[in-house]
């Protein structure tokens, strides 16, 4: 029977805080620095540690993705929201003869600052737009169905 294999020795340097966080978790497991350590090595040379890391990236790239595909949808009813908001008003707005235009312009500029007052609380703590919609959707879903 041959006898195991003797430890040898490494001295590395590393950076105080690395060596903080090295005691502490060395003493929260009641462990040498030493032993947690060569574990850290050992699972950093190992054949799998690069799958695992690949396994991360993947799951990370996976949650942008998701992000990015929201993104673009909420985007997308934005910019649909809009062209249907210019059609109508472009459709149902007569065009005012020179006298009323004062007045209209003076009317916008009161009810422009309603609104920026009005989309500056929604914005704090209102509902997204894109939470209505889904919402309105699952309640016509529902009437659809039952009807």
Do not use: C
């Not at 850290?40 to 595909?69: C, G, N, Y």
Request: aromatic share 6%.
């Amino acid at each position: 029977m041959s006898k195991p294999a003797r430890k040898q020795r490494l001295s590395v340097y590393v950076d105080p805080a690395v060596m903080n966080r090295l005691a502490d978790h060395a003493a929260r497991r009641d462990q040498s620095r030493s032993l947690i350590a060569e574990a850290a090595i050992e699972s950093f040379l190992s054949p799998d540690a690069a799958e695992r890391q690949e396994a991360a990236i993947t799951k990370r790239l996976d949650q942008f993705d998701r992000r990015m595909v929201r993104l673009e949808r909420d985007v997308g009813i934005s910019v649909e929201m809009l062209a249907v908001f210019v059609r109508f008003w472009l459709a149902t707005t007569p065009t005012l003869s020179e006298p009323v235009v004062k007045a209209a312009h003076a009317k916008a500029a009161e009810r422009y600052a309603a609104f920026l007052t009005a989309l500056g609380r929604r914005l704090a703590k209102g509902p997204k737009l894109r939470h209505e919609i889904s919402e309105d959707l699952k309640d016509i879903a529902n009437t659809e169905h039952l009807g």
